[in-house]
């Protein structure tokens, strides 16, 4: 179902575009949400802000309000976990330096990968997957999307399946910064940090709790409490733990590319009621009697 709170508003706080992961440019996938009725967007790709300029001339074209946004990779307890940061100063100077050094270490992690993965026989592995990824910082769906065209998998599925998913030689994550560092990044340039997708990560129940818990200490503000792919069972759980911790509820659809009805731009189940909205906090407050 789709996100509206009220009949005025749809809002999507959790996206990428070719500036990492994303199939679609920036400037495509805002007028994509234009179409799918967005009216607040924010663009969150993975550890850049590259894509932010052109996103927000193609916001600005179709009437969409953009709001500032990043999706950035950490560690808790030596797992991978992302923290959305939301309307920051994209130009605060320490925000910059920060997102200089995450690029340095997904060069060194996508560096990892191809070292890694050199037993595959694939020639140049890093440029090719670089290639994929429009001469930026390759991930891991770029790596995949080498192994297929390569012949060394079948298809993308296969290639995580053997050797990018969790626990398998291409699953690098030694190079990021602790939570709470990254967590006084966003705070630092007047952002909101948000726990994104916290049922992804396939932690227990009880593990899960850990995390809000400590992500709260470190200072985090919100949690993605609303996200495609999950079961109403999971809502209702993310829900409880918003209150619970006293956070403030955040919603995103976390649209990668066309063609996946069950991730798509707009459309996530409604949050329950009882919660505080993220967007009230903006800078720019985003209210119910706002005008589209």
């Not at 920051?88 to 990968?113: C, H, K, T, V």
């Not at 910082?137 to 999307?145: E, I, L, M």
């Not at 053997?162 to 705070?187: H, S």
């Not at 800078?283 to 005008?291: C, E, F, I, K, T």
Request: include cysteine; hydrophobic fraction near 40%; glycine fraction near 10%.
């Amino acid at each position: 179902m789709t996100i509206p709170q009220d009949p005025h508003l749809c809002i999507d706080l959790h996206c990428h575009s070719t500036a990492s992961d994303g199939a679609l440019s920036p400037a495509a996938l805002v007028e994509r949400a234009a179409g799918r009725g967005v009216t607040h967007l924010s663009l969150t790709d993975h550890d850049t802000i590259a894509g932010l300029v052109e996103a927000q001339v193609a916001a600005q074209a179709q009437g969409i309000v953009l709001i500032p946004g990043v999706e950035l990779s950490c560690l808790w307890k030596s797992r991978t976990i992302h923290i959305v940061g939301l309307d920051f100063d994209p130009e605060a100077d320490g925000f910059r330096q920060a997102l200089e050094q995450q690029n340095d270490n997904r060069w060194s992690r996508a560096r990892m990968i191809a070292e890694r993965l050199g037993k595959l026989g694939v020639d140049d592995l890093l440029g090719k997957a670089s290639e994929a990824a429009g001469g930026d910082v390759p991930g891991r769906p770029h790596f995949a999307q080498v192994l297929t065209e390569a012949g060394v998998v079948r298809n993308t599925a296969q290639a995580f399946k053997r050797y990018l998913g969790n626990g398998k030689a291409g699953d690098v994550k030694a190079f990021w910064p602790e939570l709470p560092e990254v967590v006084r990044w966003i705070t630092e340039a007047g952002g909101v940090a948000v726990l994104a997708h916290p049922r992804k990560y396939q932690l227990t129940a009880t593990k899960l709790r850990e995390l809000t818990a400590d992500f709260r200490r470190a200072g985090g503000q919100a949690i993605e409490v609303s996200t495609s792919g999950q079961s109403s069972g999971d809502l209702g759980f993310l829900a409880e733990l918003c209150r619970k911790e006293k956070l403030l509820a955040s919603q995103g659809s976390d649209f990668h590319f066309p063609g996946a009805p069950w991730c798509e731009l707009g459309r996530i189940m409604k949050m329950p009621d009882g919660l505080e909205p993220v967007w009230h906090s903006f800078r720019q407050p985003v209210l119910s009697d706002a005008p589209a």
